[in-house]
Every structure is written in structure tokens, then in C-alpha cells.
């Protein structure tokens, strides 16, 4: 039962581990729902209206219209990847509630799946949030925004999955750094969040939308915003599907490798 | 204790040849064992002796390298999750969920078994009442003492009403009040029919509670039997300890050659298989030691004689 290769153990009782995520999240929703609420209004602030006098415009759009929707993009992806990497990791590590859990009728797949699916649940939740925030400054378009929400689960898998790879190999919290600084930081800056991606030579753009999630993120979240779909849509979706499930399958094997000995 | 355990039932948990390795370290080493339903059966041994290993290939923590061990006549290698749903299991470290208080420790864990939601309120309380913690339901973990926690935690292991409970090392780090709570409690589930495995250094608790044991060192079995009787048959009725040992070892080798005599550290142990004054009153005669104890014969020394006195750390 312990083979690396074996076909995932996954039942309806993953949705147990969710919900006591999402019970332990209900009890501090006050103190948890602040911070995304607030932060994106900074940026708006700091970037849209202060660089944004500026800068002006983008592709023809108000530097802050332009910076709206990757702000949403980043909320997806950072709550995410903190929730399945530095919470999991406590759960896992410190509170032992991974061995809890698994001695039960739940399986150790069914533990991170439901991390999985609630580190999803939390991009979902954040990045609504941030959405709201953009939407009382007028700078999306209604309705055709409102399918962000269901977008950032998806895209709240995909960085949970890769956060939970992460879990799943590195010896103590304090590696959390090394994808913190040479992944998830380079992807906030270079991923046509704050600015386009033509203005970087041509291998660096090749390297992104090959390698870096939150290129795609970002394309499919920012058209979406203005009412429309990138010309690579179903590609990026179809790349984002492809790395999630690989993803989610390497977590559930290294996970497995790491606990069941 | 009482002899509970009827041979002529099915065993419950069959072990053939069960073996398990880490790398190049043996852990379980080729061991067999049957347990019953109904008794409360023991696994004693030091440090790395492979308990702990045996108790986790049990409920699946820990795949098996070789052989057979089925519970409840399921192979555990294929039935890890249907095995689970019918046990009890209370770990040897503190994982109580610290999210959550008391009574939501044992709702959160009921639904991993998918226990109704009515249903593990009423079990929860009853469970809480039962071990003494029903004021202090709406408390967060973090303020329970040791004690408290680990009641908790047997209470959280009986929430699916286990057919079987496995306790790794229930008491350790206990005062003797909280001691005798775990094993009032744990003695109450036995009468109810719980079949029950533990793991423990406490020769006392295994006296206590368990109908059968079996002592393991180095991944092996040495001994299997009850208490009473590994006690009988391997050291015997009573022990006189003479300290200091300082040359009376030989004079009482002389004058008693069948008796079985041991020296640790300067100390000297005198094993009687029957109560026997005439070597007492020898002594206390002759040798007129400094310090002479004349104790009833335990778990303890059977512990001693099977896995040495060499410190395992």
C-alpha cells in the first residue's frame, strides 16, 4: 500500500479534512478576512494611483484598471501556496494532525487532498474579497468578472498543489524560504502583474509561460476583468489542468513516502 | 487479573512471520502472536524493541516488509481503511487537535468516521462525562493538563465505539492520580468486551491490566504467557535483594548451589521459587548483610532476566 506509483487512495471523506479547515477558519473569520480586504487597497493606492500618475497607461488602459485584476491574480496565488505550505506544514509537523486524521477510515491521500481542496477554498475566498475591492473602484467589468471567482479555485488547486510538493519534501519550516524567494516572489514581479511581458526579450517571455503558473493566472484573471478571453486561453487553462494534476499526484506520493513508513 | 480469554473463540489479530525492516535496520523480526477477543493483551519491551512498529502495521501506519497480520481476518496491506473504522487508537504522543476545544476535539474526529452529527454530540458527552472532563468541554487544549490530555485522548479513541483499542504507552509521564484514572477507565471498556492491546515500561500496568503478554527485544518475541505465570515459571516466588554485595556472593553460592543468584552494580538478588526462610534466616544469621529485602517476585524481574540490564538509549 506504500508503493510511490500506487493509484491514489481517495475517497468522499477528503471533504472531512476541508471541513476542519474550514471550521478552524470560521472561528477567526473576523480576524482572517481584514488583511486581504486591506492590502489590495495599498496597492491600488501605492501602485495604481501614485505609479499610475505616471505611468498613465497600459495597452491603452489606466494603469491602475491594469493592475486591478493581477492584484486579484496575486491573492489567489499567495493564500494558497500559504496555506498548503507554512499551515500544512504546522498541521503536519507540529500539531500532528496529519496522524491524527489517518487513524481513522481516512487515508493520508484523502489528508491532502482535502489540504489540497481547502488551500483552493482560501485562494477562492481571498481572491473574492480583492475582487469586491476592485469592483467598488469601478475598474472591471460586470458581469463577465464574476467568473474570476470560479477561476480561482482553479487556480487556487494549481498553486496548492505545487505548495503541497513543497510540504511534502522540504526538512523544516524554515526551507519555506527558498520557493518563497526564488519562486513565488520572482512570479509577483515578472508574470505581467505590474507590468506587460513583451517588454521582456523574448526567452525570458518563453521562460515564464513555460515555467512560472501565475503567467497564465494572470492572462486568464485580466481578461476576464475587461469582459473578454486571451487569445491562449484554453492553452493557459489546459497547461494550469496539466500542472495541477501532476502536481497534486507528486504531493500525494511524497506525502505518502514521508509519513507512512 | 482474570483470565478472560477463551481459546476457542477466533482470534481477533493473527501475526504469521510478520517482519518489517527500515533500510538495513530490523525492526520486527520474523514475530507471530494471536490475540483474542476480549483480553487485553500486552507488548512489553525497552527502547527500539519494535512495539511501536508492531502497534502501526496494525492499523496500517506502517506497511509490512513480510508475512501475515490480518485483523478482524482482513489483511491490513488491503484493508487499512475498513480495519481503522473498527479500532480505537490512542498514541503515545499528545495529537489533540489545537484548533479546537474539548467537545469539538471529539465532533472533528467522529466525522472522519462519519458518525452523524446527533449521534457524536450524544457520544461525545457521555464519552466526556465518562472521563471526568465534561467541565471542561468548551476549553481550548492548550489549558488541559497532561493528565486531562491524555484522558481526552482515550476518550477520543472510543468516539466510533472500537471493537479494538490500541494504547501506546497510556500512562507514561502520569502522576499515580491520573494513573489510576487512565486504568479504572481502560479496565471498564475490557468489561464491556473492548479487546485491548498496550504497549508499556510499566511492569505494574501490564500486571494490572493485562491477561496476556508477550516481552520483545531487538524485533523479537522472547517470552508469551500471563503475568502470573511468566512470573512462576521464570524467577519464582520471592526475591532477597542484599546490598552492599561485597563477598557474600560466594559464601552464598556455597551454601545454597541451586539457587539463582545475580549481582548488579554491588547489589545482590536472591531468586526463591518458593517462599523459603531457611535462606533468610542463613543470612541474616551469617552474613549479617547492611541491608537485606525480602520482596515478592514481579513483572519486573521477568523484564529484567529476558532483556538485560544494559541501558537502551
Known amino acids: ?261 | 487479573m482474570s483470565s478472560t480469554s477463551t481459546p476457542q473463540k477466533e482470534p481477533i489479530i493473527v501475526a504469521r512471520d510478520l517482519y518489517k525492516t527500515y533500510g538495513d535496520l530490523v525492526a520486527v523480526d520474523h514475530i507471530d502472536f494471536k490475540i483474542y477477543p476480549g483480553e487485553c493483551f500486552g507488548f512489553l519491551g525497552p527502547h527500539g524493541a519494535g512495539k511501536t512498529t508492531t502497534m502501526k502495521m496494525i492499523y496500517g501506519f506502517s506497511p509490512i516488509t513480510s508475512g501475515h497480520l490480518t485483523v478482524f481476518g482482513l489483511p491490513v496491506q488491503s484493508h487499512s481503511r475498513q480495519i481503522r473504522a473498527r479500532l480505537g487508537i490512542c498514541p503515545q504522543e499528545d495529537n489533540l487537535d489545537p484548533d479546537f476545544t474539548v467537545l469539538e476535539n471529539l465532533l472533528v474526529y467522529a466525522r472522519y468516521f462519519g458518525i452523524p452529527k446527533s449521534v457524536a454530540l450524544d457520544r461525545a458527552l457521555q464519552l466526556l462525562d465518562f472521563f471526568d472532563l465534561l467541565h471542561k468541554k468548551d476549553q481550548i487544549i492548550r489549558t488541559l493538563s497532561g493528565g486531562m490530555k491524555r484522558r481526552l485522548l482515550l476518550a477520543r479513541a472510543m468516539i466510533n465505539h472500537p471493537e479494538v483499542l490500541i494504547l501506546d504507552e497510556p500512562t507514561t509521564g502520569l502522576d499515580p492520580q491520573a494513573r489510576h484514572a487512565i486504568w479504572d477507565r481502560i479496565l471498564s471498556f475490557k468489561e464491556q468486551g473492548v479487546t485491548i492491546l498496550l504497549t508499556t515500561h510499566y511492569m505494574e500496568e501490564a500486571e494490572r491490566l493485562c491477561d496476556r503478554l508477550v516481552i520483545m527485544d531487538h524485533g523479537r518475541i522472547l517470552v508469551e504467557g500471563r503475568p502470573q505465570q511468566l512470573i512462576h515459571d521464570l524467577v519464582g516466588h520471592e526475591v532477597i535483594e542484599i546490598y552492599p554485595a561485597n563477598g557474600f556472593v560466594d559464601r552464598i553460592r556455597e551454601r545454597f548451589p541451586d539457587l539463582e543468584v545475580e549481582t548488579y552494580h554491588n547489589r545482590l538478588e536472591i531468586f526463591l521459587r518458593e517462599s523459603d526462610t531457611e535462606v533468610t534466616e542463613y543470612i541474616l544469621e551469617h552474613l549479617q548483610p547492611p541491608s537485606l529485602y525480602v520482596r515478592r517476585a514481579t513483572l519486573e524481574d521477568v523484564f529484567f532476566k529476558m532483556t538485560g540490564r544494559q541501558l537502551r538509549d
Not at chain 1, 80 to 95: D, G, I, K, L, W
Not at chain 1, 176 to 188: A, H, K, R, S, V
Open chain 1, 1 to 261: 500500500m506504500n508503493s510511490f506509483w500506487m493509484k491514489p487512495d481517495l475517497s468522499w471523506r477528503m471533504w472531512t479534512v476541508w471541513q476542519r479547515d474550514r471550521d478552524v477558519y470560521w472561528k477567526t473569520f473576523k480576524v482572517n478576512f481584514l488583511p486581504p480586504l486591506l492590502e489590495p487597497i495599498l496597492y491600488l493606492f501605492a501602485l495604481g494611483f501614485g505609479l499610475g500618475a505616471f505611468v498613465k497607461e497600459i495597452q491603452g488602459i489606466p494603469y491602475v484598471q491594469y493592475i486591478a485584476p493581477a492584484l486579484v491574480a496575486i491573492s489567489m496565488m499567495y493564500n494558497a501556496f500559504f496555506e498548503c505550505t507554512y499551515s500544512s506544514f504546522v498541521r503536519m509537523y507540529y500539531q500532528k494532525t496529519f496522524d491524527a486524521i489517518i487513524a481513522t477510515p481516512v487515508s493520508l491521500d484523502d489528508v491532502v487532498m482535502g489540504e489540497i481542496l481547502w488551500g483552493a477554498t482560501k485562494a477562492l475566498i481571498n481572491a473574492t474579497i480583492v475582487l469586491a475591492v476592485v469592483m467598488a473602484f469601478r475598474l472591471v467589468t460586470l458581469p463577465h468578472a464574476l467568473l474570476i471567482i470560479p477561476f480561482s479555485f482553479l487556480a487556487g488547486l494549481l498553486f496548492s498543489a505545487i505548495a503541497m510538493f513543497f510540504t511534502a519534501v522540504v526538512p523544516s519550516i524554515d526551507s519555506f524560504n527558498y520557493p518563497f524567494y526564488l519562486f513565488i516572489t520572482p512570479m509577483f514581479l515578472f508574470s505581467g502583474t505590474f507590468f506587460p511581458m513583451d517588454v521582456l526579450p523574448p526567452i525570458l517571455q518563453k521562460f515564464a509561460w513555460a515555467t512560472l503558473p501565475l503567467t497564465h493566472v494572470v492572462s486568464v484573471t485580466r481578461a476576464l476583468a475587461m469582459g473578454t478571453w486571451p487569445a491562449q486561453g484554453w492553452a493557459s487553462l489546459l497547461w494550469m489542468g496539466g500542472v495541477t494534476v501532476l502536481m497534486t499526484y507528486l504531493s500525494l506520493a511524497l506525502m505518502r513516502r514521508r509519513l507512512i513508513v
